[in-house]
C-alpha cells in the first residue's frame, strides 16, 4: 500500500511551456484535491474531485485544469505555465463516504520553478 | 496562532515541555477538524482530529482542544521532543457533503534540546 504518490518530485519550465503532474492513490478513496502551497499562505485549494469523472473547482483554479478518468489517478495540467505559478504542488486523498469523516492523506509533493 | 502577512507565528520550547499551538477557524458551519504536521521538504502528515460534537481528543502525547463559541482550536504536545519540530496547520471541514479542508497558514514550533 503506497499511499498517495506523486511525479515528479521536482521540475523547472520556461514560462508558456505546459506539463503534467501526476498523483495516484492505492487507497480506494473517491475524494482527491490538488494544493499549492506557498510561503505564508498555507495550503489552497486548485481543484479538487468526488469521484471518477466528477471534478470542480478550488480556490485557485486559474491555470491549470484536471481530469478524473479512473478511480486511482488525478492529473494536474498547467496549460501555459507562468512564474505565478512557482509552488510546491501537493495532491491528496480521502474516502468521501458519507458515513465517514476521513482525514486527507497527502502525497509527497511536486516542487516547480518556472522561469 | 494564525499568520499575519507572509511570516509565520513561530513557538520555540525546550526539550520536555509542553507546547500549545493555537488557530483561530472561519466557518461556523465547519464540522471536522484535523490538525496536521509538516516536516521540511514533506508533505502534511495527519496527527489527530476532532469533530465538532467534541471539544476535547486526546492522542498520544497530543491533545485537541475545540471551543466553538469562540471559533478556536488548540494542539497541545507533552514532553515536546526535537522530532517534534516542524510546522503545524489546522483545517476544518465545512458541514454536510463538503469534503473540501480550509487550511490555516501554520505554526513553526521549533524544539530546543
Known amino acids: 500500500n503506497a499511499g498517495v504518490t506523486q511525479t515528479p518530485k521536482f521540475q523547472v519550465l520556461k514560462t508558456g511551456q505546459s506539463m503534467t503532474l501526476q498523483c495516484a492513490q492505492d487507497?480506494?478513496?473517491?475524494?482527491m484535491s490538488w494544493y499549492r502551497q506557498d510561503p505564508g499562505m498555507g495550503l489552497r485549494l486548485i481543484h479538487y474531485?468526488?469521484?471518477?469523472?466528477?471534478?470542480d473547482q478550488g480556490e485557485v483554479p486559474n491555470g491549470y485544469n484536471v481530469s478524473r478518468s479512473t478511480t486511482e489517478d488525478f492529473p494536474l495540467r498547467l496549460l501555459s505555465a507562468a512564474p505565478s505559478q512557482t509552488s510546491v504542488y501537493f495532491c491528496?486523498?480521502?474516502?468521501?463516504?458519507?458515513?465517514?469523516?476521513?482525514?486527507?492523506?497527502f502525497g509527497p509533493g511536486t516542487r516547480l520553478t518556472v522561469l | 496562532g494564525e499568520s499575519v502577512g507572509l511570516h509565520l507565528p513561530t513557538l520555540s520550547v525546550q526539550e520536555g515541555d509542553n507546547s500549545i499551538i493555537n488557530c483561530a477557524y472561519s466557518?461556523?458551519?465547519?464540522?471536522?477538524f484535523i490538525w496536521y504536521k509538516q516536516e521540511s521538504g514533506k508533505g502534511p502528515q495527519f496527527i489527530i482530529d476532532?469533530?465538532?460534537?467534541?471539544d476535547k481528543r486526546q492522542g498520544q502525547r497530543v491533545t485537541v482542544l475545540l471551543n466553538k463559541t469562540v471559533k478556536h482550536l488548540s494542539l497541545q504536545i507533552a514532553a515536546t521532543q526535537p522530532g517534534d519540530s516542524a510546522v503545524y496547520f489546522c483545517?476544518?471541514?465545512?458541514?454536510?457533503?463538503?469534503?473540501?479542508?480550509?487550511f490555516g497558514k501554520g505554526t513553526l514550533l521549533t524544539v530546543n534540546p
Open positions: 466557518n461556523s458551519a465547519s464540522d471536522y
Open positions: 483545517a476544518e471541514k465545512g458541514g454536510g457533503s463538503n469534503y473540501k479542508l480550509t
Open positions: 491528496a486523498s480521502s474516502s468521501a463516504r458519507a458515513d465517514r469523516t476521513d482525514t486527507q492523506y
Open positions: 476532532i469533530r465538532s460534537n467534541m
Open positions: 474531485s468526488v469521484g471518477a469523472g466528477i471534478t
Open positions: 487507497m480506494n478513496h473517491e475524494y
